[in-house]
T-cell receptor
Framework: GAVVSQHPSRVICKSGTSVKIECRSL??????MFWYRQFPKQSLMLMAT?????????EQGVEKDKFLINHASLTLSTLTVTSAHPEDSSFYIC??????????????FGPGTRLTVT | AQKITQTQPGMFVQEKEAVTLDCTYD???????LFWYKQPSSGEMIFLIY??????QNATEGRYSLNFQKARKSANLVISASQLGDSAMYFC?????????????FGQGTRLTINP
């Protein structure tokens, strides 16, 4: 199956700094990528949908100025958490849609990035 | 309103027994897709099974089967002959929207624990 990578897998940063998380589709071109956030013992919550070459669509309640998403190429999307605070500590998961497939191959998920803000 | 409902926060099952994880959904779209994912402690989301709204037969993937009851809007996951490695969080999800606006909506999840 298709592979999606995320980097870094874990990151610890100080409050007030910015952190960038990369999501790459390794063997297909992803016209659409998604960013999710998952707090401990909770479900995945969609933060935004990222389409290559256009602005991301953010879900209600997600601060677009705080969570900057860039989908500059068909294989790379980045999420930058700006001025991070301890409450931003979470598990961030990206996924990518392969436009060649439909149905079951809806989204391929990355392994996730655990962000800890101290 | 919750579009995907998983009513079992936790399930405990003896090894080798079958287990059913419940999922109900709510949509007015005639075309939709239903998914089950497994999330072990490592955090990765593992695709298990998919059911399209127009599929006539229940989906099966090895030990996994999906009991799709369209009129009741339920899509329960059945795991036969459970194994210790099946212990994980399980999420039911539904694809909603059309075209480029399609996205997945997840249920709250069920934590399954397989006892030896």
């Amino acid at each position: 199956g298709a592979v999606v990578s995320q980097h870094p897998s874990r990151v610890i940063c100080k409050s007030g700094t910015s952190v960038k998380i990369e999501c790459r589709s390794l063997d297909f071109q992803a016209t659409t990528m998604f960013w999710y956030r998952q707090f401990p013992k909770q479900s995945l919550m969609l933060m935004a949908t990222s389409n290559e070459g256009s602005k991301a669509t953010y879900e209600q309640g997600v601060e677009k100025d705080k969570f900057l998403i860039n989908h500059a190429s068909l294989t790379l999307s980045t999420l930058t958490v700006t001025s991070a605070h301890p409450e931003d500590s979470s598990f961030y998961i990206c996924s990518a849609r392969d436009p060649r497939t439909t149905g079951r191959y809806e989204q391929y998920f990355g392994p996730g990035t655990r962000l800890t803000v101290t | 309103a919750q579009k995907i409902t998983q009513t079992q926060p936790g399930m405990f099952v003896q090894e080798k027994e079958a287990v059913t994880l419940d999922c109900t959904y709510d949509t007015s779209d005639p075309s939709y897709g239903l998914f089950w994912y497994k999330q072990p402690s490592s955090g990765e989301m593992i695709f298990l099974i998919y059911q399209g709204s127009y599929d006539q037969q229940n989906a099966t993937e090895g030990r996994y089967s999906l009991n799709f009851q369209k009129a009741r809007k339920s899509a329960n996951l059945v795991i036969s002959a459970s194994q210790l490695g099946d212990s994980a969080m399980y999420f039911c999800a539904m694809r909603e929207g059309t075209g480029g606006a399609q996205k997945l909506v997840f249920g709250q999840g069920t934590r399954l624990t397989i006892n030896p």
